[in-house]
């Protein structure tokens, strides 16, 4: 990844941070969240969203509570323009200390989260709880007028003009016979 020594450090060494369990300690920091795809985000250095992680270390694992916060860009699925979204979350996880010796192989792990030797990534902790954080319609407004199905103005810009933008192309030749038949009725 680009520009990495930037963003701070999301890899966290336990044995160091953490070295006896019942340990805590608290991490912040900030960078620029970049959704590549629908639920994907890329991390950049920036300050628009910024977390207050507070860890400590459990029998077994490491316990993660906190708040996210900031805003981050979506963009609307009407009018396809960027609009921000803020954020304000709570962050309640908890990471599987994974080793030779806790291993149990008939235990399935009932976290989504490792810490691999000795190696806890928060990044994957912070990506997915504000991925889930998004709304299901992303629209800018709800009375956002979305594009023109003719031209593909965007209709809270500009008044394309274009007529019946509303009418499914596919009903104009009903349209058309309905308006034949009314003006041969009169
Ligand atoms: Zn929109
Ligand atoms: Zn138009």
């Keep these: 990844m680009k520009n990495q020594s930037k963003i701070p450090s999301l890899k966290i060494d336990i044995p160091s941070a953490l070295p006896t369990v019942g340990d805590k300690k608290t991490f912040v920091g900030s960078a620029m969240l970049v959704l590549v795809d629908t639920y ?16 400590r270390r459990i029998a077994g694992g490491v316990e993660v509570n906190g708040a996210i916060s900031g805003v981050i860009e979506l963009s ?7 609009f921000e979204f803020p954020i304000s ?5 908890h990471a599987l200390w994974l080793n030779e010796e806790d291993v ?3 235990d399935a792990p009932a976290s989504e989260y490792m810490v691999i030797d000795g190696v806890l990534d928060l990044e994957p902790i912070i990506r997915d709880v504000i991925a889930l954080s998004f709304p299901a319609r992303r629209v800018c407004d709800e009375a956002c007028r979305g594009l023109c199905v003719k031209c593909g103005a965007n209709l809270n810009v500009e008044d394309c003009g274009c007529e019946t933008g509303h009418i499914d192309a596919r009903l104009k030749p009903l349209e058309e016979l309905k308006r034949r038949m009314e003006t041969s009725g009169q």
Excluded at 89 to 93: G, M, P
């Design 40 to 55: 994907d985000i890329s991390i950049d250095p920036g300050d628009e969203i910024g977390w207050k992680l507070d860890l």
């Design 76 to 82: 609307c699925y009407r009018c396809l323009e960027m």
């Design 89 to 93: 979350l709570t962050v309640r996880e």
């Design 104 to 106: 149990d192989e008939g």
